[in-house]
């Protein structure tokens, strides 16, 4: 299995958005790998999804649990969050207003073909 994964950063220092960095990681990487570890969805999202995430049964959960032989990581990105609270988790399937976090992208050119 390959995975391309974003360094999840806090966009403050604020308690707000160092939680909310921490949901994102959450919802964006434990939302895949949390199942074939542990068996199961992380407990924020849980949380936040409700009834909306499908629920994996006893039997399910033993099949995934260390179910694959490799886990290769693609790494190239930060990923800026802030916490969001007006998205706040409904009835509706939102993946962005469950996580309650805003994504902020902050790109620097780091290099160019002029510079070359």
Known sequence: M??????????TNSTEDIAAAKRAQAFFTGWFLNPLYYGDYP???KENT??????????QSEQLINSMDFLGINYYTIL???????DAP???RDFMAD??????FLCTRLWSPASA
């Open 43 to 45: 407990l924020v999202m």
């Open 2 to 11: 390959n995975m391309f994964i974003n360094n999840i950063l806090p966009f």
């Open 90 to 92: 409904s009835n509706e």
């Open 99 to 104: 996580m309650s976090a805003k994504s902020i």
């Open 50 to 59: 409700g009834s909306k995430l499908p629920v994996f049964s006893r039997n």
């Open 80 to 86: 800026y969050v802030k916490d969001h609270p007006h």
